[in-house]
């Protein structure tokens, strides 16, 4: 586990910084991920799909054209660049982009046949709350997909990860948060495990849904 946690007050404000230049910084670098997990879900017509921490929305163009998506996120300024890709690109498969909490869905139970987060989980302050909601807002036998950068299993890599671990809260990540820790805090029933990006530094999961949440949600009430 991260020896230091971000929370949500430094999420906003690195998010707020990094919104300007994240499509240039992390668009071409991540996209290899997004696209192979999006081909992985294997999108069937008429299916509901929530992509939590939408971000700049570089995925959206991804989803073929017979699905719905919903995207959260909870920064404003990234939000408004997701908003303005979907209108230039005509993205009609996107039904919503809402500002919201994801470790406080404001979705009702069984709501979305999938659900997926890129690059979320060492973003978000409590990964297990984040994981369950997304276990609630998706129907029982549904798929959860996440890909996100887990403390490496090299050792030299590790020791660089755990020294820039006490900046978490300027960098908005935990850059040594463990696997490991993460499938077994949130008992996640992980179907499939696959290296993505340059040097399959990055994780790529896809779960069943066949479990009920471990953790107590929190009152679900969006960020205004």
Not at 148 to 153: A, E, K, S
Request: positive net charge; proline residues 6%.
């Amino acid at each position: 586990m991260g020896s230091m946690l971000v929370d949500i007050n430094a999420v906003q404000k690195v998010y707020r910084r990094y919104a300007p230049a994240y499509d240039f910084y992390f668009g071409v670098m991540f996209q290899p991920g997004r696209e192979e997990i999006i081909a992985r879900m294997d999108c069937r017509p008429g299916e509901r799909i929530l992509e939590v921490g939408v971000g700049t929305g570089l995925s959206l163009s991804l989803y073929p054209p017979h699905v719905e998506i919903t995207g959260i996120d909870l920064s404003r300024e990234m939000l408004a660049r997701a908003r303005a890709r979907r209108r230039r690109h005509q993205l009609n498969q996107v039904v919503a982009l809402r500002l919201m909490n994801a470790e406080q869905m404001q979705f009702a139970d069984n709501s979305f046949d999938k659900v997926v987060a890129m690059y979320v989980v060492s973003v978000t302050p409590h990964p297990s709350r984040m994981t369950a909601e997304m276990r609630r807002v998706c129907k029982p036998g549904g798929q959860l997909f996440i890909v996100n950068h887990f403390q490496n299993p090299n050792s030299l890599v590790r020791g660089v990860e755990r020294l820039v671990s006490p900046l978490s809260r300027l960098m908005g990540f935990r850059p040594d948060y463990s696997l490991d820790h993460f499938i077994n805090e949130t008992g996640l029933d992980v179907a499939e495990r696959v290296p993505v990006n340059a040097w399959g530094y990055w994780t790529l999961l896809r779960c069943r849904n066949n479990k009920f949440a471990t953790v107590d949600a929190l009152p679900r009430q969006a960020l205004a």
